[in-house]
T-cell receptor, first 118, second 111 residues
Framework: NAGVTQTPKFQVLKTGQSMTLQCAQD?????MSWYRQDPGMGLRLIHY???????DQGEVPNGYNVSRSTTEDFPLRLLSAAPSQTSVYFC?????????????????FGAGTRLSVL | GEDVEQSLFLSVREGDSSVINCTYT??????LYWYKQEPGAGLQLLTY?????DMKQDQRLTVLLNKKDKHLSLRIADTQTGDSAIYFC???????????FGTGTQLKVEL
């Protein structure tokens, strides 16, 4: 099992450029999420998905789009990059669980994408 | 909304115990977690505690939960240089998949 795979690991963009951060998981998890990590602010939820075809906004969704056409993939699109989007981005997946003992929402994280917007 | 707070830094000597503290505001939290982030890597689950427990021990790790004060702590016994990392507290109210993370505590272990 590869777990959660994120690509690319590093990216530099110019202001106004667009790009897609890729995230794939091979654990058949229903839930997937995107977070950004900034110094002194912990992890903030950007968007999340509870299953294929279903997405919703998190705490800081502006400037980002997501889609979930398959269980495995959850790409994050930056529409027009801004310097404020310089951050480390993490994708995570978790198992929904069919019974209480499994409903722990343990999230498995990718290694992250380090993005700089100049 | 939910809020989870941690101190930003902790420095300990190798072999001493480390105690990392976390406070949260959501009284409906069902599970509380500790994640570890090593440099350049993603977060990995260290341990978790269900809200009806007040203590959980796992080898060198001890988690204490005070529901009345909404206070969670992680104690690492015999701290080693390999324990140097950022430690995140997170809470989950149950339902959906949203976790709320704290700001993270940078643990530095000195020789």
């Amino acid at each position: 099992n590869a777990g959660v795979t994120q690509t690319p690991k590093f990216q530099v963009l110019k202001t106004g450029q667009s790009m897609t951060l890729q995230c794939a998981q091979d654990m058949n998890h229903e839930y997937m999420s995107w977070y950004r990590q900034d110094p002194g602010m912990g992890l903030r939820l950007i968007h999340y998905s509870v299953g294929a075809g279903i997405t919703d906004q998190g705490e800081v969704p502006n400037g980002y789009n997501v889609s979930r056409s398959t269980t495995e993939d959850f790409p994050l699109r930056l529409l027009s990059a801004a310097p404020s989007q310089t951050s480390v981005y993490f994708c995570a997946s978790s198992y929904r669980g069919g019974d209480r003992s499994l409903a722990k929402n343990i999230q498995y994280f990718g290694a992250g994408t380090r993005l700089s917007v100049l | 909304g939910e809020d989870v707070e941690q101190s930003l830094f902790l420095s300990v000597r190798e072999g001493d115990s480390s105690v990392i503290n976390c406070t949260y505001t959501d009284s409906s939290s069902t599970y509380l977690y500790w994640y570890k982030q090593e440099p350049g890597a993603g977060l990995q689950l260290l341990t978790y505690i269900f809200s009806n427990m007040d203590m959980k021990q796992d080898q060198r790790l001890t988690v204490l939960l005070n529901k009345k004060d909404k206070h969670l702590s992680l104690r690492i016994a015999d701290t080693q240089t390999g324990d140097s990392a950022i430690y995140f507290c997170a809470e989950y109210p149950g339902g959906g998949n949203k976790l709320t993370f704290g700001t993270g505590t940078q643990l530095k272990v000195e020789l």
